[in-house]
Nanobody, 115 residues
Framework: QVQLVESGGGLVQPGGSLRLSCACS????????MSWLRQAPGKQRQLVAY???????NYEDSATGRFTISRDNAKNTVYLQMNSLKPEDTAVYYC?????????WGQGTQVTVSS
């Protein structure tokens, strides 16, 4: 049974930090490209960052320099460290794993940036 379980979301003040985690099971995590996406109310889901199986990373423009994606293949977990958070980062954040035709999603975790 494939599971992707996100955690670490919550309410944070502007300028603050959060670290999201996505614990995965039921598939060969190390062979998958892992991504974080987010969806704000009334907007389309957008890619925030991804990390390939070899560790190559890429970021959406607004995340560059503030967010860091990483993975721990021994723990089957992907992380998103988010610093200097802004109100516009408020969204539900989703973890996704892709390898070929296989695409797996987590259930999402809410991040709210507000004073």
């Amino acid at each position: 049974q494939v599971q992707l379980v996100e955690s670490g979301g919550g309410l944070v003040q502007p300028g603050g930090s959060l670290r999201l985690s996505c614990a995965c099971s039921g598939f060969t995590f190390s062979t998958y490209t892992m991504s974080w996406l987010r969806q704000a109310p009334g907007k389309q889901r957008q890619l925030v960052a991804y990390i390939s199986k070899s560790g190559h990373t890429n970021y959406e423009d607004s995340a560059t320099g503030r967010f860091t994606i990483s993975r721990d293949n021994a723990k089957n977990t992907v992380y998103l460290q988010m610093n200097s958070l802004k109100p516009e980062d408020t969204a539900v954040y989703y973890c996704r794993g892709i390898m070929g035709p296989n695409v797996y999603w987590g259930q999402g975790t809410q991040v709210t940036v507000s004073s």
